[in-house]
């Protein structure tokens, strides 16, 4: 993947036309925006705005075929690329993402054509007892249209999210790949919230509460799974641990809730006790 980065940072006719090929390509559209976000971080927005502009096309023409997830991903990752290049803190740029991811939900990006009643008539056709589900809850009197419009819309917010962040990693891997080797793995490792950025999450998720933003509630969590993902592989690179650890503690995360609520909870406590200072003094 190194080489891949090295080829497009050639020039800017190779990054645009590197990120334009792979947007076009079913499935590829992450590299696009990685590849747009490696030469915002590396020489800033509006330098990189013709590859930009090349990642956004094909990403707008999936849009005008009814898929919107290229295109929110680009923004996301560009933004958040802006964000890190500027303020040198993934914490900012995860916290501007969350903000922006959860405004896409608050509009209705991730809604099907036709919105959530149309999703709806799609599931009452496609099995009696999905029907009967809905139907109860319409007699609970639960709103099965706001219902459908929170879990779709949420879900994709999520989705998205994480996606552009796992593209903003892959493009700041391949930057300290090219120009500062080992500098993403401890820059990543170290990565730990500040008190008042934790502060700013939890003020943001129960103001997305109290004024019915969803969309914020559900987000505002994100930089804290991150910087408890990033816990977990400072503490197993400073343990020495094999590789082997990881590929488990992700099976676990992407199969169990429990696992994400213990990660969350990790990297709450980890903001004000610090765990891989205190491991690096003892090891």
């Not at 959860?102 to 509009?107: C, I, N, R």
């Not at 962040?165 to 090219?178: E, I």
Request: with cysteine; glycine share 10%; charged share 10%.
């Amino acid at each position: 993947m190194l080489s891949i980065a090295r080829w497009m940072m050639r020039g800017l006719p190779y990054a645009a036309g590197g990120a334009a090929i792979a947007g076009l390509v079913p499935w590829l559209f992450w590299m696009s925006a990685a590849i747009a976000g490696l030469v915002t971080l590396r020489q800033g927005m509006a330098s990189a705005l013709p590859v930009i502009l090349a990642a956004g096309l094909p990403a707008g023409w999936w849009w005008v075929q009814g898929d919107v997830i290229p295109l929110a991903t680009l923004l996301l990752v560009t933004l958040m690329g802006v964000v890190l290049r500027e303020r040198l803190r993934w914490s900012e740029a995860l916290i501007s993402g969350s903000l922006a991811g959860a405004a896409m939900v608050q509009l209705g990006v991730f809604l099907p054509p036709g919105g959530s009643q149309a999703l709806l008539d799609q599931l009452r056709e496609s099995s009696p007892e999905a029907q009967r589900i809905l139907e109860d809850l319409t007699q609970q009197g639960i709103s099965t249209e706001a219902l459908a419009t929170l879990v779709v819309g949420g879900v994709s917010g999520i989705i998205v999210l994480l996606l552009a962040v796992a593209c903003l990693a892959l493009a700041r891997g391949w930057q300290a790949g090219l120009y500062n080797p080992g500098g993403f793995r401890e820059e990543f490792h170290s990565f730990r919230l500040a008190p008042r950025e934790l502060v700013t999450l939890v003020v943001l998720g129960i103001l997305g509460s109290l004024l019915a933003l969803p969309g914020l509630a559900i987000l505002a969590w994100v930089p804290l799974l991150i910087a408890g993902i990033a816990l977990i592989h400072g503490i197993i690179g400073l343990k020495g641990m094999k590789g082997l650890w990881l590929v488990i503690f992700y099976v676990l995360l992407i199969t169990t809730w429990p696992t994400i609520l213990i990660v969350l909870l990790l990297a709450l406590i980890d903001t004000f006790a610090d765990f891989r200072t205190r491991l690096a003094r003892s090891v």
